[in-house]
């Protein structure tokens, strides 16, 4: 068998689109622009990367957004200052804290002084709450990312078996969430877990996020299972996802290719919500 790809980079095309006629329609009733604000603290490559693919896309979709800049040294009260400032802002729909934070830190200090209503990034603890309880909430970018690549295979979720490599609260965590939420039987695997491979080859869905090259190969994927590759690994010349692609697509029956795959889809997210309001 050889897989079907999962074209994340059509996907993302289409989500452009709705986010452009969104956009003008807000405008249109507000008499502004929507308004995205970005909290960048130090100089982690990846959140600088994520926040510059978002603020291109507001740039092309006519969203307006501010980005702030501070040192890696800065004091944690001042960052949430800063989120507690751009909450209570009027003209502000939504607020994205570029993650890493840097090492001393403390996320949830800084998430819990941003209002619910425009964490949309979902990475607060009433987002995360709510998405656990089963109640509208914004969901981390990842998860969203892997729901709207799932619709394009046309598989119906309910009484699937998930398995998900890996626990992280922007990752795995909301990715299996979603995945009960959509009826899915759910297995949660990270690196205590006994005999991986002998779980994940009882896959019909396999989502990885592990942050690690060739974490699963062929010979753990169970033939014609859909494998969702949340990887974003560097190498030279480029980068690569946590999936040994060449083995996996001989067995999987879809896959998702990195790069090309979720990654066009992830940051897009945190603008549809400030757009749309959070997932139902
Ligand atoms: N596509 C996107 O838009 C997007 C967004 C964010 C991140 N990423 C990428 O996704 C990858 C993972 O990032 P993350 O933030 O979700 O994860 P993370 O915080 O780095 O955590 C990695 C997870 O993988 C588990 N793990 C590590 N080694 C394992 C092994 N040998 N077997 C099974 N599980 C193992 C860990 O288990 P423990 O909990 O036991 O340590 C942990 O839960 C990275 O490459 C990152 O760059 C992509």
Redesign the pocket.
């Given at each position: 068998m050889t897989a079907t790809m999962l074209d994340g980079r059509a996907r993302a095309r289409e989500i452009r689109r709705e986010l452009q006629a969104r956009a003008r329609e807000f405008t249109e009733q507000q008499g502004r622009a929507a308004h995205l604000a970005l909290l960048a603290v130090g100089d982690d490559q990846?959140a600088l990367l994520f926040g510059q693919q978002v603020t291109r896309v507001c740039q092309a979709v006519g969203v307006a957004y501010s980005v702030t800049r501070f040192a890696a040294d800065v004091s944690e009260a001042a960052i949430r200052a800063q989120v507690a400032h751009l909450s209570n802002d009027p003209a502000t729909d939504g607020v994205v804290v570029l993650l890493p934070l840097p090492q001393g830190v403390r996320q949830r200090m800084v998430t819990e002084v941003l209002t619910p209503a425009k964490d949309v990034d979902g990475l607060g603890p009433r987002n995360a709450g709510n998405l656990m309880l089963g109640f509208p909430s914004f969901v981390p970018?990842?998860a969203e990312?892997v729901m709207a690549l799932l619709q394009e295979t046309g598989i119906a979720l309910r009484g699937k078996h998930a398995v998900i490599?890996?626990?992280?609260n922007?990752?795995?965590k909301p990715v299996a969430l979603q995945l009960l939420r959509h009826d899915a039987t759910i297995t949660i695997?990270?690196?205590?877990?006994v005999n991986?491979a002998d779980i994940t080859r009882t896959a019909d869905i396999l989502v990885v996020?592990?942050?690690?090259p060739a974490?699963i190969t062929g010979a753990m994927v169970r033939p014609g299972a859909v494998v969702l590759d949340?990887?974003?690994?560097p190498v030279p010349g480029g980068v690569v996802g946590?999936v040994h692609a060449a083995s996996v697509r001989e067995v999987a029956g879809w896959l998702s290719p990195v790069p090309g795959g979720?990654?066009p889809l992830?940051h897009l997210m945190v603008i549809r919500h400030t757009l749309f309001g959070p997932t139902p």
């Amino acid at each position: 068998m050889t897989a079907t790809m999962l074209d994340g980079r059509a996907r993302a095309r289409e989500i452009r689109r709705e986010l452009q006629a969104r956009a003008r329609e807000f405008t249109e009733q507000q008499g502004r622009a929507a308004h995205l604000a970005l909290l960048a603290v130090g100089d982690d490559q990846s959140a600088l990367l994520f926040g510059q693919q978002v603020t291109r896309v507001c740039q092309a979709v006519g969203v307006a957004y501010s980005v702030t800049r501070f040192a890696a040294d800065v004091s944690e009260a001042a960052i949430r200052a800063q989120v507690a400032h751009l909450s209570n802002d009027p003209a502000t729909d939504g607020v994205v804290v570029l993650l890493p934070l840097p090492q001393g830190v403390r996320q949830r200090m800084v998430t819990e002084v941003l209002t619910p209503a425009k964490d949309v990034d979902g990475l607060g603890p009433r987002n995360a709450g709510n998405l656990m309880l089963g109640f509208p909430s914004f969901v981390p970018g990842t998860a969203e990312a892997v729901m709207a690549l799932l619709q394009e295979t046309g598989i119906a979720l309910r009484g699937k078996h998930a398995v998900i490599v890996g626990r992280s609260n922007v990752g795995g965590k909301p990715v299996a969430l979603q995945l009960l939420r959509h009826d899915a039987t759910i297995t949660i695997c990270h690196s205590r877990t006994v005999n991986l491979a002998d779980i994940t080859r009882t896959a019909d869905i396999l989502v990885v996020s592990v942050g690690r090259p060739a974490a699963i190969t062929g010979a753990m994927v169970r033939p014609g299972a859909v494998v969702l590759d949340a990887g974003i690994n560097p190498v030279p010349g480029g980068v690569v996802g946590d999936v040994h692609a060449a083995s996996v697509r001989e067995v999987a029956g879809w896959l998702s290719p990195v790069p090309g795959g979720l990654g066009p889809l992830t940051h897009l997210m945190v603008i549809r919500h400030t757009l749309f309001g959070p997932t139902p």
